[in-house]
């Protein structure tokens, strides 16, 4: 079982649960860069790829949820 657990900011949060069904190989980073410049907009900064892979989710459980109040940390 794996899962993910991402604050969207705004009071939005995402959880993703699910099982890994295929690990690629992932050597080139086209995988990991990818994924670095959506956040980074950047390639992904560490490049031995040395056992690199990609673990492919087949999502068993997926929510969204937003709360009905503004999370305001004190500063």
Partial sequence: MVGRYEHLGGGEALELRGRVVERRPDG???GLDAISRKYTG????FRNPDGRVVLVIEVDKARYTKL???HTPPR
Avoid: Y
């Fill in 68 to 70: 009905p109040f503004k």
């Fill in 42 to 45: 950047q390639p992904f900064p």
């Fill in 28 to 30: 080139d980073f086209k």
